[in-house]
């Protein structure tokens, strides 16, 4: 149930439903393992979180996730770069390329999807 919770939280921007959630990683780390059948690190899980905060555009909920200290690298994943482009979300892109985070792909992404402003953003880092 805490893992739905967190899924939740993570793509609707809602910080502190996602932080009492996190309190308890044996419960939705060993949740999630279960429904997939096989087991995940925390790390891996946590990246997906990320990602799906980087896609639906919270930047509240990727700082809380790479506070945490629960990936070596959070910023070292393109995935959440691209989806962030993808979708049009001007601030998440900033605090990624901030952060050091780069993908290939990401610009591309964004012109196909409309997103002009994300568009320069990149341009002008790249």
């Given amino acids: 149930m805490e893992g739905v ?3 939740h939280a993570a793509t609707t921007g809602n910080l502190p439903l996602f932080q009492r959630g996190f309190q308890h990683p044996e419960k939705w780390l060993c949740g999630i393992a279960n429904q997939v059948q096989y087991h995940l ?6 990246l ?4 799906l905060a980087a896609w ?5 909920i990727i700082a809380f996730i790479a506070s945490q200290q ?16 993808a979708h049009g979300h001007v601030e998440v ?14 610009l591309v992404l964004a012109a196909a999807n409309g997103h002009l402003h994300v568009v320069n953003i990149l341009r002008t880092r790249h």
């Fill in 5 to 7: 919770l967190l899924v």
């Fill in 41 to 46: 690190s925390t790390s891996t899980v946590c």
């Fill in 48 to 51: 997906v979180w990320l990602d």
């Fill in 56 to 60: 639906s555009g919270h930047v509240n």
């Fill in 70 to 85: 629960l990936i070596d690298d959070p910023f070292d994943d393109e995935s959440c770069l691209d989806g962030a482009a």
């Fill in 93 to 106: 892109v900033q605090y990624l390329l901030d952060r050091g985070c780069q993908s290939t792909s990401a």
